[in-house]
């Protein structure tokens, strides 16, 4: 958002008017956005469609609720180090979570309270801005 802010001039924007839209999981996105401290001020109105919201489901949960998930994901990827997990390539990331997921269900992927990001774990947007909600249909 800070790129955007800073270069949305360059074309034909106004980086006191930004809006910023995602669908689906980009919508459970927007709303991350929309209660974290760390935005604050780096945009002005958001639209979500067909994501977030209130479901309890894909409420912020504390970290230590995935922490083991995570640890399996990283030794099926066959990776000792923090260092060696973010340097996966995405395909192999995918298959090690896809067969952690099977391995042990952990429910649907949900947002982690990290105490910087996210910081609380409740859903409702905390900042005081317009925002358009909607849904698509197939």
């Known amino acids: 958002i800070c ?3 800073d270069n949305i001039r360059a074309f034909g924007g106004d980086p006191q008017n930004i809006t910023i839209m995602g669908q689906s999981a980009g919508a459970m996105s ?3 956005l929309c209660q974290s401290p760390l935005t604050d001020g780096l945009f002005h109105k958001a639209v979500m469609s067909s994501g977030g919201g209130e479901d309890e489901k894909f409420a912020p949960v ?5 922490f083991a998930f995570w640890q399996a ?4 990827a066959g990776c000792d180090t923090l260092e060696a997990f973010r340097a996966l390539p995405v395909e192999k990331l995918f298959g090690a979570w896809m067969q ?3 391995e042990i269900p ?3 992927p949900s947002p982690v ?3 910087r990001l996210i910081t609380a774990a409740n859903s409702a ?3 005081a801005i317009p925002m358009m909600l909607g849904s698509t249909s197939r």
């Open 106 to 108: 952990s429910g649907p």
């Open 3 to 5: 790129w955007v802010r």
């Open 30 to 32: 927007v709303q991350q």
């Open 73 to 76: 994901v990283m030794k099926n």
């Open 100 to 102: 952690t997921s099977q």
């Open 62 to 66: 504390p970290a230590e609720s995935r």
């Open 113 to 115: 309270c990290d105490g």
């Open 125 to 127: 947007p905390r900042k």
